[in-house]
């Protein structure tokens, strides 16, 4: 089970000064984030060995990659093919957005011809592509990602855990239902935590409701009974961490410390 860190936070950051940030806060690994306005961008496919090469040197494997790509195109098959050559074996893809004004079987149906491209892609660069639980997606729960997974091999098309976003700020779906729904597929999990809290009542008398990002040890998410049930099933896969905060990066960067000393606390507990 590696311990990755998601580099969403070193937006703006040279690569070098991303991979000795991430080796120093402690991570066994990296998820590279592929966008615009971060170190590596899809329009420079080719940085993406590069990143590979400057993590390495800093101590760092680099077994996962996230992009946004939503359509099997020449450039998410640039995109894909220069995270097999830089041995980025999994990759997550884009968002498939809900769209409430168009009817979701229409939707789910051309999210599923999407993805019968990119399972071809992954078999052609032999690499996983995986689909992450996020809210306003058509895939933000474990029942509703199969709509998408139902009948693709789980070697190339893997499904990606997001409890935070799953359990609590889209819905309600239990953990352990989600990651029964998904197996064979579930091969990630993002690790991050929220909750809610009251807002003021509006002028028709009913009271708002608000979420927000929390420490890993303080949000609804329970991590303490997630991680032991990881390790007893003897999960292989990727935990990516992710920080959220909306605070400084220094902040978010001291926070993400805590985040990773309390996780790997929860592991060792869970192996003893």
Not at 65 to 74: E, G, K, N, V
Not at 89 to 102: A, K, S
Not at 171 to 176: A, I, N, Q, T, V
């Amino acid at each position: 089970m590696d311990i990755a860190y998601f580099t969403k936070t070193l937006e703006g950051l040279p690569l070098e000064t991303a991979a000795e940030i991430t080796a120093g806060l402690g991570f066994d690994c990296a998820d590279l984030l592929v966008r615009d306005g971060h170190a590596v961008s899809p329009g420079r496919p080719e940085e993406i060995v590069k990143a590979a090469k400057l993590f390495a040197a800093a101590g760092l494997r680099t077994p996962m990659a996230t992009i946004d790509s939503t359509r099997p195109d020449d450039a998410a098959s640039r995109l894909l093919g220069c995270c097999g050559e830089a041995g980025i074996g999994q990759i997550r893809l884009g968002f498939w957005r809900y769209d409430p004004l168009r009817r979701w079987q229409v939707q789910v149906d051309e999210a599923r011809r999407d993805l019968d491209g990119f399972e071809r892609l992954a078999e052609r660069f032999a690499i996983k592509l995986t689909i992450q639980l996020h809210g306003g997606t058509l895939h933000s729960s474990g029942a509703l990602a199969m709509q998408l997974l139902a009948g693709r091999d789980p070697i190339r098309i893997g499904a990606y855990a997001d409890p935070a976003n799953q359990i609590i700020r889209e819905g309600s779906e239990d953990w352990r239902l989600s990651l029964d729904i998904l197996d064979p597929w579930f091969c990630c999990m993002g690790v991050k935590n929220s909750g809610w809290f009251p807002g003021a009542y509006g002028a028709d008398g009913q009271r708002a409701w608000h979420s927000d990002w929390y420490g890993l040890d303080e949000g609804m998410v329970p991590w303490n009974d997630i991680v032991p049930h990881l390790v007893a099933t003897e999960f292989a896969g990727v935990l990516s961490v992710h920080s959220q905060y909306r605070v400084p990066r220094q902040q978010a960067l001291d926070k993400v410390r805590a985040d990773l000393a309390h996780l790997r606390r929860l592991v060792a507990a869970a192996k003893e």
